[in-house]
T-cell receptor, first 114, second 113 residues
Framework: NAGVTQTPKFRVLKTGQSMTLLCAQD?????MYWYRQDPGMGLRLIHY???????AKGEVPDGYNVSRLKKQNFLLGLESAAPSQTSVYFC?????????????FGPGTRLTVT | SQQGEEDPQALSIQEGENATMNCSYK?????LQWYRQNSGRGLVHLIL?????REKHSGRLRVTLDTSKKSSSLLITASRAADTASYFC?????????????FGAGTRLFVKA
């Protein structure tokens, strides 16, 4: 199993450009998440999905959109990138939420917005 | 402010010594998890402790949970240079709309060979 994969690994954007980050998991997990990680801070949840076709806002959703058209894929879109969105983005998935689950993380995408 | 906060922010020890990291949180939780992150990599799950558990072991890892003090500790015994990484606690709690997970800012551990 590949687990959770993310593409691309690195990207540099100019302010105002758009891009889509792709996350794929092969563990048949229902739940998927997008986080951003900034220096000195923990992970902050951007959006998450509890199943195919459903998405929900996390802690810091502004400036991002997501889609979960297929169970195994979770896309994160930046419509008009801003320097404040320079960060490392992590995707994660889990079997369920609640008492006894863990999240499996992808390797991350390092995004720089100039 | 963040639900989980680790202490210390950074820790440097010699190989063979024990490393202790603490996590404090604010609201009632369902469980608490510890994750490890090597530089430039994603997080890897280490151990989960439920709110009705007080202590849990996994190899050289020992996690305690004190719900009365809203705190947890992660002890790594007989540390190795390969344990050098950042360690995060994540608290899972139930709120309107479902379960939420909040990650702390992490403790950076450096183990000197």
């Amino acid at each position: 199993n590949a687990g959770v994969t993310q593409t691309p690994k690195f990207r540099v954007l100019k302010t105002g450009q758009s891009m889509t980050l792709l996350c794929a998991q092969d563990m048949n997990h229902e739940y998927m998440y997008w986080y951003r990680q900034d220096p000195g801070m923990g992970l902050r949840l951007i959006h998450y999905s509890v199943g195919e076709g459903t998405t929900a806002k996390g802690e810091v959703p502004d400036g991002y959109n997501v889609s979960r058209l297929k169970k195994q894929n979770f896309l994160l879109g930046l419509e008009s990138a801003a320097p404040s969105q320079t960060s490392v983005y992590f995707c994660a998935s889990s079997y369920s939420m609640g008492l006894n689950y863990e999240q499996y993380f992808g390797p991350g995408t390092r995004l720089t917005v100039t | 402010s963040q639900q989980g906060e680790e202490d210390p922010q950074a820790l440097s020890i010699q190989e063979g010594e024990n490393a202790t990291m603490n996590c404090s949180y604010k609201t009632s939780i369902n469980n608490l998890q510890w994750y490890r992150q090597n530089s430039g990599r994603g997080l890897v799950h280490l151990i989960l402790i439920r709110s009705n558990e007080r202590e849990k072991h996994s190899g050289r890892l020992r996690v305690t949970l004190d719900t009365s003090k809203k705190s947890s500790s992660l002890l790594i015994t007989a540390s190795r240079a390969a344990d050098t990484a950042s360690y995060f606690c994540a608290t899972d709690y139930l709120e309107t709309g479902g379960f939420k997970t909040i990650f702390g800012a992490g403790t950076r551990l450096f183990v000197k060979a």
